[in-house]
């Protein structure tokens, strides 16, 4: 009897892997006819996703940012054809290109209608480090979106827990039902590499985007802010002990922020009369500002000297 139930109960454990993988082949029977990779001058450098059967195609803004102006799609399925540019969005990280007329209809992915819960498993296609079309398990590590730093700027992002390569950038997340949840655009690595998190731009951007169809420009002061228990232990220390606030790094140089003055490891105090100490609400607030307004700051420096209020005029993140 024990032997019969050891084998049940083995078979049941090998059913439970089975399923997964089964489903796992038809997502990726379903969405790979849509996926493409992107060339740029003829080099490929990301990944995108087909997202209306006249052959409207999504991608990464940060993989088509490069000296060439020779975009290009390739895949098995709609071979190798010349891409047109149609919009960008760089506070999404997300790009519109349109493949040539006369193929229609291409295959294309729907748009989902909702982000799955937290916990619940997503799917990447795309074509990391030379590797084409591969399919990348991960699962949702939460559904509130935040502000990912790199190249420059913020993007709105969802975290998602799986490793999305160099070359990935681009690529759909999707859901088990092969509909488009996210973009690819980052991965949170450290000098030890990559720390098993990526960031995808969130549906609702994706969303707003295609049915748009234009540029989007924001607001941007060309620096970052970090929170201040995010600071290594011996710069906390330099700190006033009620600091409240966010600490600038990456300034760029001849940038808006560098020109009014303000270096890395200043502390923003507040920002238009408020005081923010959270990433998410403070570009929030810069969101709702159109470039070129009026930002008025008070800002010290780390150590809480120098405190001072100056003015400067948002930059456009485009």
């Known amino acids: 009897m024990s032997k019969y139930l050891f084998t049940l109960a083995l078979f049941c454990s090998c059913l439970v892997c089975l399923i997964p993988q089964s489903r796992a082949q038809s997502i990726y029977k379903k969405i790979s006819p849509a996926c493409i990779e992107i060339l740029v001058g003829g080099r490929l450098d990301g990944s995108g996703v087909i997202v209306c059967p006249t052959g409207l195609v999504l991608t990464a803004c940060h993989v088509i940012r490069k000296p060439s102006k020779r975009l290009e799609a390739f895949s098995p ?24 007329g006369g193929n229609a209809p291409y295959p294309a992915l729907a748009l989902a209608k909702q982000i799955p819960p937290a916990g619940k498993p997503v799917f990447l296609l795309g074509s990391p480090i030379f590797r084409h079309h591969l399919l990348i398990r991960g699962s949702i590590a939460r559904k509130t979106q935040t502000y990912s730093w790199y190249n420059g700027g913020f993007t709105n992002t969802i975290p998602i827990s799986a490793i999305g390569a160099p070359g990935s950038s681009g690529g759909p997340w999707v859901n088990q039902k092969g509909e488009i949840i996210g973009l690819q655009v980052a991965t949170v690595t450290t000098s030890k590499g990559h720390q098993g998190v990526s960031s995808a731009v969130p549906l609702p951007s994706i ?8 540029n989007v420009s924001v607001s941007s002061i060309q620096a970052a802010v970090e929170e201040l228990w995010a600071q290594p232990t011996q710069l906390i220390r330099k700190m006033p002990s009620d ?15 560098d020109k009014a003055g303000l270096r ?15 990433i998410e609400p403070f570009i929030r607030m810069m969101r709702s500002m159109k470039p070129g307004t009026t930002l008025k700051l008070e800002v010290s420096s780390v150590t809480g000297e120098n405190r001072r209020g100056l003015s400067l005029k948002t930059a456009s993140l485009d």
């Open 243 to 257: 600091a409240k606030g966010l600490l600038l790094r990456q300034v760029a140089k001849d940038g808006v922020a």
């Open 264 to 278: 890395n490891e200043d502390l923003i105090l507040k920002a238009n009369g408020k005081n923010y100490t959270r």
């Open 207 to 214: 969303r707003r985007f295609i049915s748009e169809k234009r």
């Open 77 to 100: 399925k709609v071979g190798r054809k010349a891409l047109q540019l149609i919009a960008t969005n760089r506070g999404s990280d997300m790009a519109l290109l349109k493949l040539p």
